[in-house]
């Protein structure tokens, strides 16, 4: 009796030592979103006085309107990104003599200035008198998409080997294996992989959005395009303006959209 009377301690003791822990996290948690939460109020309203007072709402209204432009691109190109480079990285992620040199390449891909193809990008657009706004928008990612195939590829080694043979002796093919098997297994490296790709992209936009090559300029509908165009005449205000709103767009997409998906890949898609 006394045995169990000195278990039950222990574990008593042990159980309310987690639940203290628990919940001293989630204070200090609540406590930095409500100081992250009172700087983005603060920022908020410095940037509506700034707009109020430099450069009125009706040009706020037009560079929202061009974020949503930058943004349909933005979402568009990591759909198109995902379509390719996703089978890619599966099919190379369950070869480990290949994995390791892909993803090398990948992040020297990664890595590289994708900039220096923009001159070329410029002169076949004018050659063959393309739209700037299609045709400008593949820039944005040049050199972001490798983070989403390397990070696939780091999500698809990982996948346990019992797995496989499950799969193999179920008879699992065609879109039931990639829906059942292989897409929740990639799924919390692809969303790590998307968000860089995307938070790339968006940075990206500005150069992209608006080249200039020489005596030629061209540029596509977009809020990069106009953070761009204010730097090269040196309109601060309107500078602050198109990168405060950029940054709500930025912000907004990865509370409503990337961490959710986040945490849906830690809590239900993760071994």
Not at 54 to 69: M, N
Not at 169 to 183: A, D, F, M, P, T
Not at 246 to 270: D, P, Q, S, T
Request: glycine residues 8%; positive net charge.
């Amino acid at each position: 009796m006394q045995l169990t009377f000195i278990m039950f301690r222990r574990n008593y003791d042990g159980t309310s030592i987690r639940a203290r822990s628990i919940k001293q996290s989630s204070l200090s948690e609540r406590i930095w979103d409500a100081i992250i939460a009172a700087g983005a109020f603060y920022a908020l309203w410095l940037l509506i006085h700034f707009i109020h007072t430099e450069v009125g709402w009706g040009e706020a209204g037009h560079v929202f309107v061009l974020g949503l432009f930058t943004l349909s691109r933005v979402v568009i190109l990591i759909i198109i990104a995902a379509l390719i480079w996703i089978p890619v990285g599966v099919w190379v992620g369950m070869r480990p003599n290949l994995s390791s040199r892909v993803q090398a390449l990948a992040q020297f891909m990664a890595a590289f200035p994708a900039n220096l193809m923009f001159p070329g990008a410029v002169v076949l657009i004018v050659h063959f008198k393309l739209n700037p706004d299609i045709w400008l928008s593949p820039l944005m990612i040049l050199g972001t998409q490798w983070y989403l195939l390397f990070n696939v590829i780091a999500g698809a080694s990982t996948i346990p080997t019992e797995l496989r043979y499950v799969s193999q002796n179920l008879g699992l093919s065609g879109w039931l294996k990639w829906r059942r098997y292989l897409l929740p297994a990639i799924f919390p490296s692809f969303v790590t992989g998307a968000i860089t790709a995307t938070g790339g992209s968006w940075n990206a936009s500005i150069v992209a959005e608006y080249v200039t090559w020489g005596h030629t300029t061209l540029h596509a509908h977009g809020i990069g395009s106009y953070i761009a165009e204010m730097t090269a005449i040196g309109d601060f205000p309107r500078i602050a303006l198109g990168i405060g709103i950029m940054c709500v767009f930025v912000m907004g997409f990865n509370h409503f959209i990337w961490r959710r998906l986040y945490r849906m890949a830690e809590n239900r898609l993760h071994f």
